[in-house]
């Protein structure tokens, strides 16, 4: 598995490796962890483990997407797995993650209870993965508050210093919910709300309550472990007929929030009543929260 950070970052690289142990407990296979970060590097590392026999290359993040699909055909006996990203061929296909339905329900809480009517997303890359997530939770907010307004700022690097430059920027500028959505940066980000009384946190791809608890309200968390095991147990026992791409949402529990429950018992009930209820419409279909293949439809 290719990670695009430390593994102890915390968030989202160290939920990848995590997900590594789990295949090891569960099936007992080998299982090599590698950091790489730029799509030359990604590349290089997948051919490597391709060469070598690895059965399985698993990208963690779409970043890897492009960079598998040039060598993914030079490699027919090995699959070729990202968590995001668009690309389905013989040997490979995505996980998608789909965060979007719960930071739409954290836009919903945000909408409701922003006393500024401005809230931010910090992103660490401008690619679908990332834009989906912000785009859900804007919709959460624009439902229950059309006049909102959300600010979007996407950082060069997941650099926790430049995350917490812009997201002082970003509370300067009156908001008063900060989505920190990049990586190991989001640990700028959560500093630099803990620093301004009123303003709330929402973690991102991980319970980040205690790294600040005063601040972060509520949480999106991913069940990576599940998603990757599924698609392990897919391979490895041949069942796969016709790759496609395979969801990991509110409704097959692989998806959810996790509330800083201090804060939680501090708030209205109707907002906590709202997002449960918007958790609920989501598993219903009565929400379609638009994930990464459905962006250009969205205003």
Known sequence: MLIPGSPTDGGFSQQGAEACKAIEETYGYEVSLVEAATADSIKQEAENMAAEGYKIVYGHGGQCTSPFAEISPDYPDTWFITLGGNVVTENQFPVCFCGEEGFYVTGVIAGMMSKTGKIAATLGGDYPAYTKATTGFRLGAESVNP???????????????????????????????????????????????????GVYAIGS??????????SVLVNVVGDFNRGYLEATEAVMSGSIEEPE?????????????????????????????????????????????????????VE
């Open 147 to 197: 006049d909102v307004e959300c600010s979007v700022a996407v950082l060069s690097a997941p650099d926790p210093n430049e995350a917490y430059e812009t997201t002082l920027n970003q509370i300067n500028m009156g908001a008063d919910f900060i989505l920190g959505n990049c990586n190991e940066g989001q640990i700028g980000a959560l500093k630099a709300v803990s620093e301004n009384p």
């Open 205 to 214: 791809l991980g319970d980040f309550t205690d790294q600040a608890p005063e």
């Open 245 to 297: 791409i395979m969801f990991l949402t509110f409704a097959n529990e692989c998806v959810s929030l996790v509330w800083n429950e201090e804060l939680k018992a501090q708030i209205p009930q109707e907002v906590v009543d709202a997002a449960e209820q918007a958790v609920q419409d989501i598993i219903d279909g009565k929400i379609d929260v638009p994930n990464e293949y459905e962006l250009d439809t």
